[in-house]
């Protein structure tokens, strides 16, 4: 953890232009698409793989302050569908955020199957590859699931690798280790993209107001 001082309530100053102070998720800021992603899951008497396609929008914020602490992020909505149809296969929504004073990106996961989590790990400004962790009983970085889930398929620990490609895509694989009742394996599931830029990000309101016209 990054120490900060005794002064926990003045606030830092930071630059309004997020884009230019992202650090490692600079690349990643824009619309997205994916379509060969890859998820495994449990299903009764083992495991299911199917192929997804992806949108996933990742627009910049106004810096953010905890007294001392700083961030610049990226607000994020992924959509996922199965080929060829309509219906949701999955939806999410957070933040990916940049402390560079800690060299640290956090990641926080929400889905309406009810479960939040919030990862973090290390990253060099220019990295571009990186992971993330999170464990379930964290007070800090950790995985909360309503009840049925907690009892059905409780999530022990999150992780996310993400990098950053030469061709200008980006790709991640995240596992959750599940464990489930009546087996006796803890399961992996696994997704996995590799996404390609459509359109560019809105800039944030600070930039906005300052002129910029676009990254």
């Not at 299903?43 to 610049?72: K, M, S, W």
Request: no cysteine.
């Amino acid at each position: 953890m990054t120490t900060y001082g005794p002064d926990i309530y003045t606030e830092a100053a930071g630059g309004p232009d997020t884009l230019a102070n992202l650090g490692p998720l600079r690349p990643m800021a824009g619309i997205w698409e994916g379509t060969k992603g890859s998820d495994l899951h449990p299903v009764a008497g083992g495991a299911e793989q199917n192929t997804f396609v992806e949108h996933y929008e990742l627009h910049p914020i106004d810096r953010q302050t905890n007294g001392p602490q700083l961030f610049y992020g990226l607000r994020y909505h992924v959509h996922i569908t199965k080929p060829g149809e309509d219906e949701t296969f999955h939806d999410q929504v957070g933040y990916w955020l940049w402390e560079p004073a800690a060299r640290a990106v956090t990641f926080t996961l929400g889905i309406p199957r009810a479960q939040v989590l919030l990862a973090s790990g290390p990253a060099e400004p220019d990295a571009t590859e990186f992971s993330l962790t999170a464990t379930v009983g964290s007070e800090v970085h950790g995985i909360l699931s309503n009840p049925f889930l907690d009892q059905s398929f409780r999530t022990l620990s999150y992780r996310i690798h993400v990098t950053i490609n030469d061709d200008g895509t980006w790709s991640y694989e995240e596992e959750g280790k599940l464990q489930i009742p009546g087996r006796d394996e803890i399961f992996g599931h696994i997704d996995r993209n590799t996404l390609t830029k459509i359109g560019p990000p809105e800039l944030n309101p600070l930039a906005r107001a300052a002129g910029k016209t676009g990254p």
